[in-house]
């Protein structure tokens, strides 16, 4: 199982950006995905998350952050509007098993590489 993170970028704040998350080798359909961010020096917190027709967002991200799944393309997205300097991380995808939704990084089965996300202010 492979998960591709792509679309991140310098952005300046108020923009917006898409990034990606490929899946191969298996279907994530009807399992939980989810995005997650780390800042230097912080630890790796929970983002937004899909499973099935549930969406769960941070509050720092809600309303800002739209994520949605491509089913047909084993594809999970999340569309970043209105960023703002303290969104500056490496976002990471990540897939788990069960279909329900977590926000802690340990119950996930599956991670992308990570993909940059700079805001500049």
């Known amino acids: 199982v492979q998960l591709q993170a792509s679309g991140g970028g310098l952005v300046q704040a108020g923009g917006s950006l898409r990034l990606s998350c490929a899946a191969s080798?298996?279907?994530?359909?009807?399992?939980?995905m989810s995005w997650f961010r780390q800042a230097p020096g912080k630890e790796r917190e929970f983002v937004a998350g899909?499973?099935?027709?549930?969406?769960r967002y941070a509050v720092s991200v809600k309303g800002r952050f739209t994520v949605s799944r491509d089913a047909a393309k084993n594809t999970l997205y999340l569309q970043m509007n209105s960023l703002k300097p303290e969104d500056t991380a490496v976002y990471y995808c990540?897939?788990?098993?069960?279909?329900?939704?977590?926000?802690?990084?340990?119950?996930?089965?599956?991670w992308g590489q990570g993909t940059l996300v700079t805001v500049s202010s």
């Open positions: 899909r499973s099935g027709s549930s969406t």
């Open positions: 080798g298996r279907t994530f359909s009807s399992a939980a």
């Open positions: 990540a897939a788990r098993k069960a279909d329900w939704l977590a926000g802690t990084p340990g119950t996930y089965d599956y």
